[in-house]
């Protein structure tokens, strides 16, 4: 069974640019979350979806990130434009409906100079 | 909102010695505390988890207690090995499949 696949590993760029991060979770899993982690600090909430709705968005910090889940499979998280603080790795999980317990991916850690 | 804080943030302990972590929460409605290991570079991976109608759970080497009274949970790893070196990850979350609040991790190395 493949894992959750996160797409970039890595993205560096500059101030005001937009990015698009990826993720695709494991196949029949109807939950889909993005956390962040900022350098040292915790794994924090974003967003959660059920299959293509927004669940839970209370995470998101401003309008300058948008989620989608077309078609409740893969996700996309799109920060746009990019400032220095949103740079952290951004990690995706899923999980099956009413079981407890994530399946993280691997993270993008992205870097905004 | 939920809020978890985790002790200590840094961990040396010898190999074979025990290391225990603790983490307090704030919601009372919190029902479900999983702990996760990051390993440099690699994802969080749970490791055990317990849920509020259980007072402790043990698997292998690794144990989780809870405290409802308190609002607290301990992760105890005995006999600790090289490879137990990692950042762990407590969280609680109030629901299944509801979103998690994690602490802010705890940097455990084991020393030969």
């Known amino acids: 069974e493949a894992g959750v696949t996160q797409f970039p590993s890595h993205s560096v760029i500059e101030k005001g640019q937009t990015v698009t991060l990826r993720c695709d979770p494991i196949?029949?899993?109807?939950?889909l979350y993005w956390y962040r982690r900022v350098m040292g600090k915790e794994i924090k909430f974003l967003l959660h979806?059920?299959?293509?709705?927004?669940?839970?968005e209370s995470g998101m910090p401003n309008n300058r990130f948008l989620a989608e889940r077309t078609g409740g499979t893969y996700s996309t998280l799109k920060v746009q434009p990019a400032e220095l603080e949103d740079s952290g790795v951004y990690f995706c999980?899923?999980?099956?409906?009413?079981?407890?317990?994530?399946?993280f991916g691997s993270g993008t850690r992205l870097t905004v100079v | 909102g939920e809020n978890v804080e985790q002790h200590p943030s840094t961990l040396s302990v010898q190999e074979g010695d025990s290391a225990v972590i603790k983490c307090t929460y704030s919601d009372s409605a919190s029902n479900y505390f999983p702990w996760y290991k990051q390993e440099l570079g690699k994802r969080p991976q749970l490791i055990i988890d317990i849920r509020s109608n259980v007072g402790e759970k043990k698997d292998q080497r690794i144990a989780v207690t809870l405290n409802k009274t308190a609002k607290h949970f301990s992760l105890h790893i005995t006999e600790t090995q090289p490879e137990d070196s990692a950042v762990y990850f407590c969280?609680?979350?109030?629901?299944?499949?509801?979103?998690?609040?994690f602490g802010t991790g705890t940097r455990l190395q084991v020393t030969l």
């Open positions: 969280a609680a979350s109030n629901g299944t499949a509801s979103k998690l609040t």
């Open positions: 196949s029949g899993h109807d939950n």
């Open positions: 999980a899923s999980s099956q409906e009413e079981v407890d317990g994530y399946t």
């Open positions: 979806f059920v299959k293509e709705s927004k669940q839970d």
